[in-house]
């Protein structure tokens, strides 16, 4: 059942990939706000993915965060979501990044409740 409280982690090891100086974000080898932002993303819509009708899905519509601290490539990352209103279709969520020192990001995010056929028939 969809409920206020449900929390989901996604985590990933900091690679080249993620990082600011590749996906274009910045100038150095460190993990990237735009991956950051991801993995926040990735673990709200997780955190009720399996409590949606069939055909439903999650669709992003606000992020509204902040990246503190920098993490090394190695470095495990932690972003966890909490589900902390629900209003109609749309969600609201908590979310903090994490690695091994502490808190790197946090902030607010918004997800709206979506049938999928019908999402991907206005774009035609």
């Known amino acids: 059942m969809l409920k206020v409280g449900l929390k ?16 274009g974000s910045g100038d150095m080898a460190v993990f990237a706000t735009p991956a950051m932002a991801t993995l926040m993303e990735n673990a709200a819509m997780l955190a009720v993915a399996e409590f ?18 920098a993490s090394a490539i190695g ?11 629900i209003e109609g279709r749309r969600l609201e969520f908590k979310v903090v990044a994490s690695d ?25």
């Open 8 to 23: 989901y982690n996604s985590s990933v090891e900091v690679t080249d990939s993620h990082t600011a100086l590749n996906v």
């Open 52 to 69: 949606l009708p069939d055909g439903a899905t999650t669709v992003g519509t606000r992020l509204n965060i902040s990246h503190v601290r």
């Open 75 to 85: 470095a495990k990352v932690v972003a966890e979501a909490e589900l902390v209103a």
């Open 100 to 124: 091994d020192a502490g808190v790197i990001g946090e902030g607010e995010h918004t997800r709206f409740i979506v049938d999928k056929e019908r999402f991907l028939s206005k774009l035609k």
